[in-house]
T-cell receptor
Framework: NAGVTQTPKFQVLKTGQSMTLQCAQD?????MSWYRQDPGMGLRLIHYSVGAGITDQGEVPNGYNVSRSTTEDFPLRLLSAAPSQTSVYFC????????FGPGTRLTVT | KQEVTQIPAALSVPEGENLVLNCSFT??????LQWFRQDPGKGLTSLLL?????REQTSGRLNASLDKSSGRSTLYIAASQPGDSATYLCAVNTGNQFYFGTGTSLTVIP
């Protein structure tokens, strides 16, 4: 039982590079979300989706894009990475009860 | 905007002690509240979920209470063990978004 999976586990980017963080879930949840976790700031919601084709912004959406073409997948795109995006990124699924992936640790130099 | 606060930020107790972690939130219009555990470098593991209509929820040595009108929840850990050392986070669900506290870092000393 995979639950929520995220790839990659670690990534180092240079300023201005782009990348996509992958997230997949096998629980048939309509609701999926992306958070970033920074020291002293807790988890902050970046974007969320209530179903395929439907996404919305959370608290800190700037610099990030999302799309939801299937129920299972919810990728997060960084179009032009900045050092301020150095963080740990978590994907979660489930609206009533949230289930988290293991996280992606991203460093932007 | 919902604000969630957890006090204390860090707590150190000897093994065997009972302890209480606190979570407060500013808007009582919540759907439910969830307590998580996070080990260093890991993801979040759900411990307890308490619905807005419930007062308490128990799982093993853990008991969570909710007082929605006063905007407070507590997580009670009985007979603490070194394996309980982790960061504990609470999250309130407003219906389509979850708001997290910054967590309490717990160390249980053998």
């Amino acid at each position: 039982n995979a639950g929520v999976t995220q790839t990659p586990k670690f990534q180092v980017l240079k300023t201005g590079q782009s990348m996509t963080l992958q997230c997949a879930q096998d629980m048939n949840h309509e609701y999926m979300s992306w958070y970033r976790q920074d020291p002293g700031m807790g988890l902050r919601l970046i974007h969320y989706s209530v179903g395929a084709g439907i996404t919305d912004q959370g608290e800190v959406p700037n610099g990030y894009n999302v799309s939801r073409s299937t129920t299972e997948d919810f990728p997060l795109r960084l179009l032009s990475a900045a050092p301020s995006q150095t963080s740990v990124y978590f994907c979660a699924s489930g609206l009533y009860e949230q289930y988290f992936g293991p996280g992606t640790r991203l460093t932007v130099t | 905007k919902q604000e969630v606060t957890q006090i204390p930020a860090a707590l150190s107790v000897p093994e065997g002690e009972n302890l209480v972690l606190n979570c407060s939130f500013t808007d009582s219009a919540i759907y439910n509240l969830q307590w998580f555990r996070q080990d260093p470098g890991k993801g979040l593991t759900s411990l307890l979920l308490i619905q807005s209509s419930q007062r308490e929820q128990t799982s093993g040595r853990l008991n969570a209470s909710l007082d929605k009108s006063s905007g407070r929840s507590t997580l009670y850990i009985a007979a603490s063990q070194p394996g309980d050392s982790a960061t504990y986070l609470c999250a309130v669900n407003t219906g389509n978004q979850f708001y997290f506290g910054t967590g309490t870092s717990l160390t249980v000393i053998p």
